[in-house]
């Protein structure tokens, strides 16, 4: 069974700040099938990245994803307040099927 | 714009069967992939299966004993069973469309999620 691991768990950081968010993969992965999304409060998850490195429609230039492998990385170039959420890297390609990292929350320092 | 809405009882007792549904609108549910995913209450997200347009499955080995994914093009909605829930099944469930005729597929919709809670 491939297990994701996500670091740090939290992550505190200032609007105008950078955040590299880590996504570590217990085996070699296609990139083309790791994804990230962001949860906020209540609400559904929110594609932002898919085959590791491409922009989901409607997602700001700020948002960028790379690695391959089994290291895998979210930045967000500039925080700004709305950024403020969880966020879940996902593989989708490689048995069992689907599986989730457990998640980094960005929170406001 | 491609709409997906969970809809099925919020309560269930244990040792009975949660049923949700998944409404689409917007768009066709033919051509793709449609998933269902949970979240119990201040956790992680955890995938339990999907469907394709054509009736193929594929469920989470941790739950596929007790899941049952369907389908029902003509009324364009998929449905989501398990069986002998337990508190451990309490979650908000969400349903997903994954983008492709064709596996792996990404997840670009969402619907808002519905809390089941699992008590006596």
């Known amino acids: 069974e491939i297990v994701l691991t996500q670091s740090p768990g939290t992550l505190s950081l200032s609007p105008g700040e950078r955040a590299t968010l880590s996504c570590r993969v217990s085996?070699?992965?296609?990139?083309?099938?790791l994804a990230w999304f962001q949860q906020k409060p209540g609400q559904a998850p929110r594609l932002l990245i898919y085959?590791?490195?491409s922009r989901a429609t409607g997602i700001p230039d700020r948002f960028s994803g790379s690695g391959s492998g089994t290291d895998f990385t979210l930045t967000i170039s500039r925080l700004e307040p709305e950024d403020f959420a969880v966020y879940y890297c996902?593989?989708?390609?490689?048995?069992?099927?689907?599986?989730f990292g457990g998640g980094t929350k960005v929170e406001i320092k | 714009q491609v709409h997906l809405q969970e809809s099925g009882p919020g309560l269930v007792k244990p040792s009975e069967t949660l049923s949700l549904t998944c409404t689409v609108s917007?768009?066709?549910?033919?051509?793709?992939?449609w998933s269902w995913i949970r979240q119990p209450p201040g956790k992680g997200l955890e995938w339990i299966g999907f469907?394709?347009?054509?009736?193929?499955?594929k469920y989470n080995p941790s739950l596929n004993s007790r899941v049952t994914i369907s389908v029902d093009t003509s009324k364009s909605h998929f449905s989501l069973k398990v069986n002998s829930v337990t508190a451990a099944d309490t979650a908000v469930y969400y349903c997903?469309?994954?983008?492709?005729?064709?596996?792996?597929?990404?997840?670009?919709?969402w619907g808002r999620g519905t809390l089941v809670t699992v008590s006596s």
């Open positions: 997903a469309r994954g983008q492709s005729s064709s596996w792996p597929a990404r997840f670009d919709y």
């Open positions: 996902q593989q989708y390609g490689s048995s069992p099927t689907v599986t």
């Open positions: 085996q070699s992965v296609s990139s083309s099938y």
């Open positions: 085959g590791a490195s």
């Open positions: 469907i394709s347009y054509s009736g193929s499955t």
């Open positions: 917007g768009g066709s549910i033919s051509s793709y992939f």
